[in-house]
DNA sequence: TATTTGTGTAAAGTTTTTGTAAATTCTATC
DNA sequence: GATAGAATTTACAAAAACTTTACACAAATA
């Protein structure tokens, strides 16, 4: 199971080279040449942000990732001038590279924080397919917009996702998430299942029907 | 917790970029397009002040502010050659930042200025959507204005401040609040959040009600 | 292809939950 | 113990959520 490491960096070239070390390091690594997209993907293990970027700045990616998580974060940024001030505002980054890096000093350093924030690292929300869901704020975002779930439907949600990748059966569903067994055949889970999709959007696309079985979130 | 900052920048522009980077930054900040209005508001942590503006000129604001007040200033120049006499007076402001400036530059300079002047910020109240409590004080200000809050109303608003965005429970406010458990069902939490969103008028609509679940202030 | 079985979904009907005014009980203070 | 203000309960209206029904549609089966 290795583990997974997000770049966001404009620059084709950084980017490429980056993304060939850490894979030849044994990281799942996976790059985004802007903001979009990156936060509606599901949260690595560590980021590494650029701190100029060409849509939305570094910073302000790495504040919404605080805002669900705290997962490492690296930034990488521009000149040795800026670098300095930068390192000194503590802007909520685990670490700080200066550009020009060597790869090697950029793998050492995430294995540092890797090893560093794996012990006792507690995941605030969890997250897959664009779907986040933090359970003590009761909220959840799907493509990073909030969606405004009932008591039932988040709970369901919820149930999905601390099962993702498992087939839940719709009697299993209705024990954990309605906690008895309805009598008769009933839609209902079918209808709030139906609700769960219309709200998350093309998120909801991650809830997969398992015809004679019943529903699984994402593979 | 946050420390508020006072804009006052007549460009639309340049005012709402540097705006948002505070907001970024983890600052309350709040713009001015001109001098008007700017000394009515309550003395935050910091100015920037543009030296050039429409009406007043950013200096004679400062001469102001410093009759009442030695709170850490930022001036804004123009260009290179305004700049060097500008900051060559000395007029009393702390720091001079030329025009084009980074915004990086620009908080990183807020940060040192904040760090120097207050030390180490002692932070007595907690903020958020217009609601101030100061818990030494045991005071509520309500957009500006002094709400006279009965014993458990203040308790309850300031278990929630302490726990904003995050999903409250009626039981575990009763806990919290009341210290025991009511029996049988009673309105006695609604009653007090009903009460609470009155007296705070406009800002108590960021107590918001979870159905099925309990509270959360803001998010 | 025809049939059967299972699922999606809109809409109606029912239940649950919350908001709120008013009545009642409690508590501190004089 | 009288009184005023606060806290709680009661009662009901309003709003929101939940379940069921009914049927269309899709997939599997014969």
New interface residues.
């Given amino acids: 199971m290795s583990q997974k490491i997000v770049l966001v960096e404009d620059d084709d070239d950084i980017r490429e080279i980056v993304l060939y070390a850490l894979h030849q390091a044994g990281f799942e690594a996976l790059g985004f040449a802007s903001g979009a997209g990156v936060l509606v993907h599901p949260v690595p293990d560590l980021y590494i942000l650029d ?1 100029m970027l060409p849509d939305e700045d570094g ?2 990616i790495l ?1 919404k990732i605080r805002g669900v998580s705290s997962v490492p974060v690296i930034m990488l940024t521009a000149k040795g001038s ?1 670098h300095d ?2 390192k ?2 503590d ?1 909520g980054a685990d670490d700080y590279i200066a550009k020009p890096f060597g790869v090697m000093e950029l793998i050492s350093r995430i294995k540092a924080l890797l090893r560093r924030s794996g012990g006792v690292q507690k995941e605030l929300a969890l997250s897959h397919g664009g779907i986040t869901i933090d359970h ?4 959840v975002l799907a493509s990073g917009t909030p969606v405004a779930l ?2 039932k439907e988040y709970e369901l949600l919820h149930y999905l996702m601390t099962n993702k990748g498992i087939a839940l059966s719709r009697d299993k569903i209705v024990d954990v998430v309605w906690g008895y067994d309805f009598e008769g055949e009933s839609r209902t889970v079918d209808m709030h299942i139906k609700s769960l999709r219309q709200k998350l959007g093309m998120a909801g696309e991650h809830i997969k029907t398992l015809r004679g079985v019943g529903y699984k979130l994402g593979e």
Same sequence: chains 1, 2.
């Fill in positions: 701190i910073l302000s504040k800026e001030k930068v000194g505002l802007l003590a704020k009761r909220q009932t008591f």
